[in-house]
């Protein structure tokens, strides 16, 4: 993969994108103490759980729905969106070349507001 540990390409999100399968939705490229920049692909459905830290999304391809708690939103490429850690969230109705960053740091529980 065309990655150093501080800088990641395009074509990171690519590999992931013609290799993804069932097991094989998240890739890790950057990680730093308590932060990891990752790419998230998932394949028909986003079966994920809430996680113990803060979280962006960076939308790189794609469209569809974002579901966070109770809220819904239409997302498409270059959307950030943000979740506090242990808030139930996923990823609905996207299409196949669905690709995003994902961001985690900080403790577990997530920053202080």
Known sequence: MDTVEWHSRKS???TILARRSASEQFHYPIRHG???????APK????QSPHPQDELYIIASGSGWFVKGNERVQFSPQDVLFVEAG??????DFTDDFATWVIFWGPEGGELA
Do not use: K, L, N, P
């Open 12 to 14: 990171a999100i690519e």
């Open 34 to 40: 308590s932060m990891r920049v990752g790419i998230y």
């Open 44 to 47: 028909g459905e986003d079966d």
């Open 87 to 92: 808030v139930e969230h996923r990823f609905e």
